[in-house]
Antibody, heavy 121, light 108 residues
């Protein structure tokens, strides 16, 4: 079964750090671009970051650039999101997802269940 | 950044009725790069339509998508009880990938 499972969310103070993980199974992980998408409770979806199959190419939303770092460990079939200098507005459910087709921009066909990040003092 | 505007914000319909959801892009989006997702409370989004009109694996044929210029439409031909949810459009034509704000389909 193709699956993504996020972990690492929790409560953190403003200015703090957190690292999210997303464990993949059921597909050839290192072929796929992987993404993080977030959703403020009760609001819409927002793309956060992406990383290519070998980990050498990354992109970020302007709102997180310079504070968040995406990475991957293909030996562990896991993608990470290191979040530093967290702000209240980073409070959201963070989803891990992948492009539907290898090697091209495509829709997100597989999603994890999400992990909640709360930034509050 | 391409802005996607969905309308209406909320659609109140009864089971068995037809639902028509709209998504308008602020600039040109190739039809090959527009998707629709369904999201139910407490769940992750689910891919329904990609390439503006192709159904994802396992999606029933009561869901269909179409495109005309910068206007995209998701149609649910006959609403089933499990179709009441929030629907989002998304473009993956240019970076950053953006989503519409969502249309909630609720039971009338």
């Amino acid at each position: 079964e193709v699956q993504l499972v996020e972990s690492g969310g929790g409560l953190v103070q403003p200015g703090g750090s957190l690292r999210l993980s997303c464990a993949a199974s059921g597909f050839t992980f290192d072929n796929y671009w992987m993404h993080w998408v977030r959703q403020v409770p009760g609001e819409g979806l927002a793309w956060v970051s992406r990383i290519n199959g070998n980990g050498r190419s990354t992109n970020y939303a302007d709102s997180v650039k310079g504070r968040f770092t995406i990475s991957r460990d293909n030996a562990k079939n896991t993608v990470y999101l290191q979040m530093n200098s967290l702000r209240a507005e980073d409070t959201a459910v963070y989803y891990c997802t992948r492009d539907r087709i290898v090697g091209i921009n495509d829709a997100f066909d597989i999603w994890g269940q999400g992990t909640m990040v709360t930034v509050s003092s | 950044e391409i802005v996607l505007t969905q309308s209406p914000g909320t659609l109140s319909l009864s089971p068995g009725e037809r639902a028509t959801l709209s998504c308008r892009a602020s600039q040109s989006v190739s039809s090959s790069y527009l998707a629709w997702y369904q999201q139910k409370p407490g769940q992750a989004p689910r891919l329904l339509i990609y390439g503006a009109s192709s159904r994802a694996t396992g999606i029933p044929d009561r869901f269909s998508g179409s495109a005309s210029g910068t206007d995209f439409t998701l149609t649910i031909s006959r609403l089933e009880p499990e179709d009441f949810a929030v629907y989002y459009c998304q473009q993956y034509y240019s970076a950053p990938r953006t989503f519409g704000q969502g249309t909630k389909v609720e039971i009338k």
